[in-house]
T-cell receptor
Framework: AQSVAQPEDQVNVAEGNPLTVKCTYS??????LFWYVQYPNRGLQFLLKYITGDNLVKGSYGFEAEFNKSQTSFHLKKPSALVSDSALYFCAVRDPNDYKLSFGAGTTVTVRA | NAGVMQNPRHLVRRRGQEARLRCSPMKGHSHVYWYRQLPEEGLKFMVYLQKENIIDESGMPKERFSAEFPKEGPSILRIQQVVRGDSAAYFC??????????????FGPGTRLTVL
């Protein structure tokens, strides 16, 4: 069985400061990992994915994520947060032999001006 | 290239009525997935369909819920005799195929169902 944990319900940062949203996963074999962002009353937008290769993955809007196999983590990062980054962020995992995405409960990010 | 389309965006039903949610996948995508997002929770897988076939409905409630993806037209998620607990956001996603590695699923804007 596959699962994802996002240990923080909320993350609050000041604009211009680094932003980190944590994610740990559990899956048999090598995972496919994804980050999505959801703005109020909107659908999920794909940010980035890790399939294989370089552990540091760069995605949309200046976000990046680092895959750490030993810690089974895939934390989302942005060096300098913007107020417009305020949204709900979901980490998701998929077993390579499966098609179902398993989502974490989400982390609400608030960036204050 | 239009993204995944869902309609209606908002749907209000009274208890006992039927709800029909529609999803048109991205052009060229033949794999459709439905997920449900309950308040304060992440998305939960419901069903995976290809054209005219239900591949996996393990996440669907056993009663009142059904899904189809006909040869022509959108995928439909149907909820009969809705109850208040069905109130949620229902998201549809599509992907190109499963042959390639790590094909991401592209999500529609969702249908927010409110049962009065």
């Amino acid at each position: 069985a596959q699962s994802v944990a996002q240990p923080e319900d909320q993350v609050n940062v000041a604009e211009g400061n680094p932003l980190t949203v944590k994610c740990t996963y559990s899956v048999s074999g090598n995972p496919y990992l994804f980050w999505y962002v959801q703005y109020p009353n909107r659908g999920l937008q794909f940010l980035l994915k890790y399939i294989t290769g370089d552990n540091l993955v760069k995605g949309s809007y200046g976000f990046e994520a680092e895959f750490n196999k030993s810690q089974t983590s895939f934390h989302l990062k942005k060096p300098s947060a913007l107020v417009s980054d305020s949204a709900l962020y979901f980490c998701a995992v998929r077993d390579p032999n499966d098609y179902k995405l398993s989502f974490g409960a989400g982390t609400t990010v608030t960036v204050r001006a | 290239n239009a993204g995944v389309m869902q309609n209606p965006r908002h749907l209000v039903r009274r208890r006992g009525q039927e709800a029909r949610l529609r999803c048109s996948p991205m052009k060229g995508h033949s794999h459709v997935y439905w997920y449900r997002q309950l308040p304060e929770e992440g998305l939960k897988f419901m069903v995976y369909l290809q054209k005219e076939n239900i591949i996996d409905e393990s996440g669907m409630p056993k009663e009142r819920f059904s899904a189809e993806f006909p040869k022509e037209g959108p995928s439909i998620l149907r909820i009969q005799q809705v109850v208040r607990g069905d109130s949620a956001a229902y998201f549809c996603a599509s992907s190109l195929d499963l042959g390639g590695r790590g094909n991401e699923q592209f999500f529609g804007p969702g249908t927010r169902l409110t049962v009065l």
